[in-house]
């Protein structure tokens, strides 16, 4: 069986403002330091007003640093957007692409990520693909064919193991304390792996985060079930305590 290294992730979202920022990057980076060799990677994506500042908090440590988006193009006429290459510029290494939010806030669809995904894999970053099914197609039984239609779409040819993470997020679970079963989170997981391996040469080396209401008390049955190869944490990566017990988790 492939051995995933796992990875806990941080989406700390349109949260923090700079004082508070760096004191969370700070506190990670202490904590980081003083484990010693961890059991996962470790990444925070924050807005991207602190990138800079939390790029320089956790420099020299295990925590590493992303965005929570990016544009399709390298520069131009795009007000309000972030280019891939100036998160690469600013020592960021993954960016985060197709979250639920931003598909639903900015009606981002599966091809605009995958030009994303391509963007950033331009960039010398690796792309962190969201995925996950809506409430209501949940209820329709249409989970598998929404999510494998998404990673279908938005992951592009090119991707490999290295430049790319998949997130499955059913958006339901997002932020609402409701967490997926393990059924439910292995069924999708198993389904995004099968699509994966019949696409790609190291399909079986892709790492498959699970997002949606992680927290320390369900994290270790969440990263148990196989094909979970880590977490995308939201509220809960805000706070340092409980984002290390995840982290720990993978001990
Ligand atoms: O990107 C993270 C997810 O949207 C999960 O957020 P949550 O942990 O607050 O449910």
């Given at each position: 069986?492939?051995?995933?290294?796992?990875?806990?992730?941080?989406n700390?979202?349109?949260?923090?403002?700079?004082?508070?920022?760096?004191?969370?990057?700070t506190?990670?980076?202490?904590?980081?330091?003083?484990?010693g060799?961890?059991?996962?990677?470790?990444l925070?994506?924050?807005?991207?007003?602190?990138?800079?500042?939390?790029?320089?908090?956790?420099?020299?440590?295990a925590?590493?640093?992303?965005g929570q988006?990016c544009?399709v193009?390298t520069?131009?006429?795009?007000t309000?957007?972030?280019?891939?290459?100036?998160?690469?510029?600013i020592?960021?290494?993954?960016?985060?692409?197709?979250?639920?939010?931003?598909?639903a806030?900015?009606d981002?669809?599966?091809?605009?990520?995958r030009?994303?995904?391509?963007?950033?894999?331009?960039?010398?970053?690796?792309?962190v693909?969201?995925v996950?099914?809506t409430?209501?197609?949940?209820d329709?039984?249409?989970?598998?064919a929404?999510?494998?239609?998404?990673?279908?779409?938005s992951?592009?040819?090119g991707?490999?193991?290295?430049?790319?993470?998949i997130?499955?997020?059913?958006v339901?679970?997002i932020?609402?304390?409701?967490?997926?079963?393990?059924?439910e989170?292995?069924?999708?997981?198993?389904?995004?792996?099968?699509?994966?391996v019949?696409?790609?040469?190291d399909g079986?080396?892709?790492?498959?985060?699970?997002?949606?209401?992680?927290?320390?008390?369900?994290a270790?049955?969440?990263?148990?079930?196989e094909?979970?190869?880590?977490?995308?944490?939201?509220?809960?990566s805000?706070?340092?305590?409980?984002?290390?017990?995840?982290?720990?988790?993978?001990?």
């Open positions: 069986m492939t051995q995933r290294r796992p990875m806990i992730a941080g700390w979202k349109m949260n923090c403002l700079r004082a508070d920022g760096i004191a969370l990057a506190a990670l980076a202490a904590k980081a330091a003083e484990k060799a961890l059991g996962c990677d470790v925070v994506c924050p807005p991207a007003t602190l990138l800079s500042d939390v790029v320089a908090a956790t420099k020299g440590s925590v590493m640093v992303g988006d544009h193009a520069s131009g006429a795009h309000g957007d972030v280019a891939a290459p100036m998160l690469a510029d020592g960021a290494g993954y960016v985060l692409v197709g979250h639920s939010e931003r598909r806030d900015h981002e669809s599966s091809t605009t990520i030009l994303k995904a391509i963007a950033a894999h331009d960039a010398g970053l690796a792309a693909v969201c996950g099914e409430e209501q197609e949940r329709l039984g249409a989970t598998l929404v999510v494998n239609g998404q990673v279908a779409v992951v592009p040819g991707a490999t193991a290295k430049n790319t993470i997130a499955y997020e059913p339901w679970a932020g609402t304390g409701r967490t997926a079963s393990v059924a989170v292995a069924e999708v997981h198993a389904a995004i792996r099968a699509e994966l019949e696409r790609f040469e079986d080396e892709f790492r498959i985060l699970y997002g949606g209401s992680v927290k320390p008390s369900n270790a049955e969440l990263l148990a079930v094909d979970v190869d880590g977490a995308l944490v939201g509220g809960a805000l706070k340092v305590d409980d984002f290390w017990k995840i982290i720990e988790t993978c001990a």
